[in-house]
C-alpha cells in the first residue's frame, strides 16, 4: 500500500495566491471606497434636504425665511453716510467696532431653524434677545464691552449632526463648524480675473460700463450691496468680503415666497460649503478667528464679514482668486482670510455641490456649470432669463 505524501505549499505557490489577493483587494477597495461615499453623499443630501424643509416650515410659521443674520441697530457707524438703502439703516452692510457690535449682533439662521430641525432642546439653550458672537476671539470683547451672553457658552460647542457634512476630512475632528451655507444672493458680469494682478478686466461679453455699473449702491441688480473696496467691488480677495441682498436670505432680511419672482425652482436657498474656520488654521495665542455653526455678524471698523451664509458669485469648487481649490483642500476647507466663505459654493464631493432650491428640491449641481447662470440663481428677482442647468 502506498502513502500518500503530505506537503506543503511552496513558496512560489504562496507568493502567487498573494498575490491574486492583492489583485482582488485592489479591485474591490474602490468599489467600496465608491459605495461608502455614495452613502455618505446621500446622507449630505438627506441633511440639506432637512435643512430646506426646516427653513420653509420657519417660512410657514413667520411668512418668511429667516434673516441669514440679525444686527439690531440702525446706528453702528453707518449715521455718518446715511442710509445703505433709502429707508433701510442697515439692510446689508452695518459697521461698528469691537466695543459695539457685540451689542447688536443677534441670531443667525442657523439657531433659528433648530425647532424645525428637531433639536428645540439646543434651541432653548440660546437666547434670541441678547447678542451673538461672531469669531471665538470676539467672545471676551463682548463679555468685556456688553452684558455677558449666555449664548457664548454654547456656539462653539458641537454642532447638530445635520450641520455637517458626512464627507468632511473634519466631521469628526472639529464638530463646532457647519457644512451649509444660506444664500444671501448673487450675480456679477462674468469677468475674466487677471492672472497677475488678480483684478477683473473685461472678457468682452459684458459692457465697458459694468464695473461701475456693479459699484455699491447702484441699481443693477446684479450688483452687490456692500464692499469696503469698491475698486475690487468684484473679487472676494484677501479679506474682500462682499455683501449681497438680492437673495433669499441676507442680513436682516425678511423675504417671502411671493417676492421670488423668477421662480422658486430657479433660484438657490442654501447649499453646501467647504470653507469654514478651522482652530489649526486660524488660532494662535493672540488671534482665535475661527468661527462656528451659530456664528453671526463679525462687523468692525473695517471689512464686515458673516458666516454660515454665502452668495453665488464664484463658480461651484472653483474659488475665485485668492486661492485655488487645491490649496482650499490642503488646508481641509479653511477658508483664507474670512473673504471666501461669503462668495461660492463648494463641496468635498467630486465634481460639484448640492444646492437646496427655493422649492425646496435638493440638486446636484455640477461644477462646470455655466458661470453666469449659477450667479443669476443666486437673485431672486432680477428678471434674467435662467438657461439650462
Excluded at 56 to 68: I, M, Q, R, S, W
Excluded at 118 to 141: C, I, K, W
Excluded at 332 to 338: I, V
Aim: net charge neutral.
Amino acid at each position: 500500500m502506498h502513502r500518500r505524501s503530505k506537503r506543503g505549499f511552496t513558496l512560489i505557490e504562496l507568493l502567487v495566491v498573494i498575490a491574486i489577493i492583492a489583485v482582488l483587494v485592489s479591485l474591490l477597495l474602490p468599489a467600496v471606497q465608491q459605495a461608502r461615499e455614495a452613502a455618505r453623499r446621500t446622507q449630505c443630501k438627506n441633511n440639506l434636504k432637512q435643512i430646506g424643509l426646516a427653513l420653509h416650515n420657519y417660512h410657514d410659521t413667520y411668512l418668511v425665511f429667516p434673516p441669514a443674520q440679525v444686527y439690531d441697530s440702525k446706528a453702528a457707524g453707518m449715521d455718518a453716510i446715511g442710509p445703505i438703502r433709502p429707508g433701510q439703516y442697515n439692510a446689508c452692510a452695518p459697521l461698528g467696532t469691537p466695543t459695539n457690535f457685540g451689542t447688536w449682533a443677534r441670531m443667525p439662521w442657523t439657531v433659528a431653524v433648530l425647532p424645525y430641525l428637531e433639536s428645540t432642546n439646543v434651541y432653548n439653550q440660546f437666547n434670541p434677545t441678547l447678542p451673538f458672537a461672531g469669531r471665538y476671539d470676539y467672545s471676551a470683547l463682548y463679555t468685556a464691552s456688553a452684558p455677558p451672553s449666555t449664548n457664548y457658552a454654547f456656539q462653539f460647542e458641537n454642532s447638530p449632526v445635520v450641520f455637517r457634512c458626512p464627507t468632511s476630512p473634519v466631521v469628526n475632528s472639529d464638530k463646532y463648524v457647519s457644512n451649509y451655507a444660506c444664500s444671501m444672493g448673487g450675480g456679477g458680469p462674468a469677468f475674466r480675473i487677471n492672472p497677475t494682478t488678480y483684478l477683473p478686466e473685461n472678457d468682452g461679453t459684458v459692457p465697458e460700463n459694468a464695473p461701475t455699473d456693479n459699484q455699491p449702491l447702484s441699481n443693477n441688480a446684479l450688483a452687490p450691496c456692500h464692499n469696503p473696496a469698491p475698486g475690487n467691488v468684484l473679487i472676494p480677495a484677501n479679506g474682500n468680503r462682499i455683501m449681497w441682498d438680492n437673495g433669499a436670505m441676507f442680513m436682516n432680511s425678511a423675504v417671502s415666497v411671493g417676492q421670488i419672482t423668477d421662480g422658486t425652482s430657479n433660484c438657490i436657498l442654501a447649499g453646501e460649503t467647504m470653507y469654514v474656520g478651522l482652530k489649526k488654521n486660524y488660532s494662535s495665542a493672540s488671534f482665535q478667528a475661527w468661527w462656528g455653526w451659530a456664528s453671526t455678524v463679525r462687523p468692525s471698523s473695517g471689512a464686515l464679514a458673516v458666516f454660515n451664509v454665502t452668495a453665488a458669485m464664484c463658480g461651484i469648487n472653483q474659488p475665485c482668486v485668492s486661492f485655488t481649490m487645491e490649496q482650499a483642500r490642503k488646508r481641509q476647507g479653511a477658508a483664507k482670510a474670512h473673504g471666501m466663505q461669503q462668495s461660492g459654493y463648494s463641496s468635498w464631493h467630486d465634481g460639484g455641490a448640492q444646492l437646496v432650491l427655493c422649492d425646496g428640491s435638493v440638486q446636484f449641481f455640477s461644477q462646470n456649470m455655466d458661470l453666469l447662470t449659477h450667479q443669476k440663481m443666486g437673485a431672486i428677482a432680477d428678471g434674467q432669463t435662467i438657461g439650462e442647468f
